[in-house]
């Protein structure tokens, strides 16, 4: 499924905003609890799109949950160009952001040679994954993040949790076991006709 038709609208959408708060809430109450890195943490924002969850952690009130640095990867190439125009007009009103941007393949090899990261936060985007290649994937993720860095993934649910509970599972497999699934309380159906 592809979203690049929407991309240049995609970070003003009610829905992702709400998403990117829910985030953000989360990364509070991991902060509050002791369980990031102390002096901000280097995160992998995994499905960027246009970086709307990234852009809120970077200019974020909180020291204890702003990112130190931010490497936002996506295999859409429109939704890096919005990303890219929404960061050059950020930055003219607050300077430079420790955000680099770059494409990756459905299996993302190239982000084995940028870890490690205190925070990989794949954004609704873990069940677009194909079977053929999610091992792949979630050992990439696993050997990315460091020792005591947390997996923070935002993924739709049903009542019983079986979409998230699979995924957990998949990914303990690789041998993480620090994982955080934010769940929001609508339905993705609701908000897009697929």
Partial sequence: MSFDGEAAGW?????????????????RELAAAGKLTTGGVRMLDYGCGPGSKSFALLLADDDAI?????????????????????????EADHGPLPLEALHVDPAPRQIAALASF??????????????????EVYATLAGALAEDGW???????????????????????????QIEIIRPEFDMEILYDF
């Fill in 11 to 27: 970070a003003d959408d009610p829905a992702v905003k709400a998403m990117d708060d829910l985030f953000l809430s989360t990364m």
């Fill in 66 to 90: 702003r990112p130190r640095e931010v490497v936002a990867v996506d295999i859409s190439e429109p939704m890096l160009a919005a990303l890219a125009d929404l960061k050059a007009k950020i």
């Fill in 118 to 135: 205190d925070v990989i936060a794949p954004g609704y985007v873990l069940h677009h994954i194909g079977p053929d290649i999610e091992d």
């Fill in 151 to 177: 997996l923070v993934a935002s993924e739709f649910d049903d009542d019983a949790h079986a979409n998230s509970g699979a995924i957990v599972g998949k990914l303990a497999a690789q041998g993480l076991d």
